[in-house]
């Protein structure tokens, strides 16, 4: 079957670095996504990868590696306005996405 | 950047009444757009795959008659709740490709529309 797993929550403090796994199992593989998500609001794009290695965009980076299944989302210089969830989401052969049930990321002063 | 626009952000109707939601690509043809719900603190669920033209493409488990998915235009689905009941209560999210498995891989969400059925 197709599953993602990543943690349910995290802790980290502000200013400090954390990364956030994810695994995956899908039929095909077009890509792994991040997107973070604020209570209430829709999700909003962070990154996509499809070639395994390191993306870096600002304060935050992207690793994918296909032959593990392992992506991880990193994030650095931490600010109280990350407190989001954070979803993993893999495309399969048919594009279709499978999502994480999200890590709930709490920042603390 | 590509613009998705859901409507209406918050919706509270009575139980019995059917609901629509719309959403549209502003700037952009979709062939194909997403619909999700999500239940609090839980992760986004497929509920269907709609498809310009042609029908919707529903996920194991969603009654088709009872979620209504219309793609009319290359620019608008619609969801329909119909017959809503309390728990059908949920927050709804489209999204939409402007092209299958594109460049940047980005798919944009609409706002969510959050229905509360009493």
């Known amino acids: 079957g197709q599953n993602i797993d990543q943690p349910t929550e995290m802790t980290a403090t502000e200013g400090a670095i954390v990364q956030i796994n994810c695994t995956y199992q899908?039929?095909?593989?077009?890509?792994l996504f991040w997107y973070q998500q604020h209570a209430g609001e829709a999700p909003t794009f962070l990154s996509y990868?499809?070639l395994d290695g390191l993306e870096e965009k600002g304060r935050f980076s992207s690793f994918l590696s296909r032959s593990k299944g392992y992506s991880y989302l990193l994030l650095k210089e931490l600010q109280m306005k990350d407190s989001a969830s954070y979803l993993c989401?893999?495309?399969?052969?048919?594009?279709?996405?499978?999502w994480g049930a999200g890590t709930k990321l709490i920042i603390k002063p | 950047g590509a613009v998705v626009s859901q409507h209406p952000s918050w919706v509270i109707c009575k139980s019995g009444t059917s609901v629509k939601i719309e959403c549209r690509s502003l700037d952009f043809q979709a062939t194909t757009m997403f619909w999700y719900r999500q239940f609090p603190k839980q992760s986004l669920m497929l509920m269907a795959t709609s498809n310009e033209g042609s029908k919707a493409t529903y996920e194991q488990g969603v009654e088709k008659d009872k979620f209504l998915i219309n793609h009319a235009s290359l620019t608008l689905s619609t969801l329909t709740v119909t017959s809503a009941h309390p728990e059908d209560s949920s927050f709804y999210i489209c999204?939409?490709?402007?092209?299958?498995?594109?460049?940047?891989?980005?798919?944009?969400f609409g706002e969510g529309s959050r229905l509360t059925v009493l």
């Open positions: 989401a893999a495309m399969d052969s048919n594009y279709q996405l499978i």
């Open positions: 990868n499809v």
């Open positions: 999204s939409a490709h402007p092209l299958r498995g594109g460049d940047t891989g980005e798919l944009f």
């Open positions: 899908t039929s095909g593989f077009n890509g």
